[in-house]
């Protein structure tokens, strides 16, 4: 006898509906899955068989054959497990085949019958919803997230049993309603920006990052708190929207890093991946549709530390994620595109003995290591970072012992507020002119003839004097300043010590 | 390059007496003493070339001397030389520096790019790894004598001597360079720059002969040209093994008088100086420490140009050495952004410097006198 439930399979961070068909027929007894399944799915066989015969169904010695369709699809993963022990059943007539029409399910399968997390519910919720399917039935654990999607009912399983029970109608379960589409009132963040004493510049550079939606790039001996200052973006950034959260939640679902039990993330991630990353590692790919470090920080802060000693071709791999926001994984079957926009902190010491201008170590390097050590982040990945800022060690003990600084909560009052009158003016700006300068809105000409002196003292370069004005925009905004004035550039220019380490300049730092 | 360089000067005297004096330099293990012994003996550097058997007598390297002696080809390093832009001046050349002429081991030949004079001069040396307080000191002294009309003299290397020489520069001063290799050789490298400025203002200047590498024995030899053409010897910064001590020792020797900047009793870098101020050296706080004692005159400073307000304050917070700028932010009590700002507009006008670890430093020029 033939049966059929919808199930789906993820492409990148998508679901596509899969089509999971069961026939028992007679011959000898066997099981075999055909339509593209890789090996945890060709598994399912020994998970479905065991967890039929536990949950005390019948699991008749027959020829079984698994088809999933659309054939020309990879499928992954042990989300099939549910589909197929359902399909199996209504195959066996212990299931009405009406009771499963218009149902999506997935779900891995304990030997015991009991429904494991799985991941990338969330997606498969987003497919049930677009096609307007019947009701979702999914692993307990995973039923919060997926409820999120309101467009279809979602029926959270803790077994192959109870899914059954209330298929067939003698235990019907209620549809999981999602709680709110509201972040909750106050999501306690576990890091705040009143812990960071001192470092008035890096605190600052912070902020105009969080503004301008900038990079940064952090410079400081070993233990000064460049990380410390890093996990403190993602509270001055704005907060998620609904939609960024359901992106975030949705990467790190497929992932399978989203923790079971959770609804939607409404923290902006942070991530910190090791230097001895590779590219895949970072931009996605690999077996599986696998986000990469750089997706994990959709929305959120990629936190780079010790960034000269990350690999050539990882930090070359960042390029295109920093320009477009996305990145393009190619695999076997065609390319899949992960969102990944992002802040990227930098961390990196300022020299190879990371004592340079550290008032309580002396620094061993010659002036001829710190260049090299500088000159191994490449130009192009260094042009698109707007902020470096040295974080020094404190000279002064009273630093250590004083009050802390602002809270974060205030921090992104004014962040929010650049931001609204940042977007307000590009878009008039745009309404204007759609192209050329007029994005970076009105610039005083003493403010350019400022740069145009600064430039010529501390030796900038043409690309050098563009990126400060882009910072001192943000600056402006930051100071509700509707045209860029000298002030604003001469700020700007503090947060660009990496132009002047590579200006030729008669003396040398050191 | 385009280095100011007087045309080589010819004819005072006799070529053969240049190209012996650089003859005698080239031996190798006869040290500048001797050779100083033997000028004075034989009347001329000529003279002494030619009795050379003679005079070195039954010395262990005799051998070794008199094959460098017959292979040695003087005239050709002459040439190279004045090809390269340099002037040699041998010890009978009346352009060579008196002050050195009297030294107890004065070389028989100096290779000069700019030009050397009979102007006051004063030494500066230190530390190549200076703090920001040694370099503050090092650049307020060498600007303000650069100012008083007084050649500041140092040793082209890192740190304090490179300060001293580029706040001389900024002076509008003069300032030579003695190199512990051939003057074509510029080390280290990170001051080929800052070398051509010196040679456009005042002079580099080195004993060893053009392609010299700069091989470690050859500065301590250096230092005492450092102290010889210099009336006295400013050390700033140094540990207790440092270079500027060996200088010290040749000043005594040549009868320099020696000064030395106090620093702070925590910091390694003031053992030397405060060393010396136990010794007897001068205590140097400002400009007129130094030119008082060698009975020379002080030129007034030009005073700051700069409007009460803020950039003033910050200024005056920076009286007391370099500071951190949360040490101003906290200090001054304006917003981060604020200094920040005012930071870059100060350093637009040459008044204050950022070094490593964010320590803000005045320039000499930003100091308000």
Redesign the interface.
Known sequence: MLASILSATLVGLEALPVSVEVDIGPGLPSFAIVGLPDAAVQEARERVRAAIRNSDFAMPPRRTVVNLAPGDRRKEGPAFDLPIALAVLVATGQLRPDVVRGYLALGELALDGSLRPTPGTIAVAQAAGAIGARGLMVPEPNAREAAVVEEVPVYGCTTLRAAVEHLAGSRPLAPLRAAAGQPPPDPAAPEDLVEVR????A??ALEIAAAGGLNLLLVGPPGVGKTMLARRLPTILPPLQRAEALEVTTIYSVAGLLPAYSGLLWRRPFRAPHHTATASALIGGGAGSRPGEVTLAHHGVLFLDELPEFRHDALEALRQPLEDGVVSVARAAGTVRHPARFALIGAMN?CPCGF????RR??TC???QVQRYLARLSGPLLDRIDLHV?V?????I??LT?PGGEPSQAVRARVVAARARAAVREGRALARAPRGPARWGLVEPEALA?LR??SD??GLGARAMERTLRVARV?ADLDAAEAVG??????A???RVLD?ARA?A????? | MNFAAPPPDRGTIAEAEVAASVGLGLLPGVGPRTIRRWLDAAGSAEAVWQMLPGLLGARADRDEVLAAWRSADPGTVVGTARAKGMAVIAFADPAYPSRLRAIPDPPPALYVRGRLDEAAAVAIVGSR?ATPYGRAAAERLAYDLALAGVTVVSGLA??ID??AH?AALEAGGRTVGVLGCGVDVVY????R??AA?VAASGALVSEFSPGTPPLPGHFPRRNRLISGLALGVVVVEGTEDSGALVTVEYALDQGREVFAVPGSIFSPRSRAPHALLREGARVVERVEDIVHELGLQTARPRAVDIAPGDEARLLALLEAGP?????L??ASGLP??????????L??R?LVR??????VMQTPRGVRR
């Open positions: 001192g470092q008035a510049a605190r600052r300022p340079r201008g550290d008032p002396e620094c010659t002036p001829a040295e020094p060690r404190p000279a002064a009273e630093v004083g400022f002196a600064a003292r501390l600056i000298s002030a604003h550039v001469a700020e220019l503090q947060y002047r030729p008669l003396d040398t730092l050191c | 790894r890192r740190g490179g300060a580029q280290p490298r990170e001051h720059r800052l400025a500071r951190q700028v949360d040490d932010v906290e981060a952004p604020r200094i920040a700002a005012l930071i870059t507009t350093e637009v040459g950022t070094l490593p670890g964010q320590m």
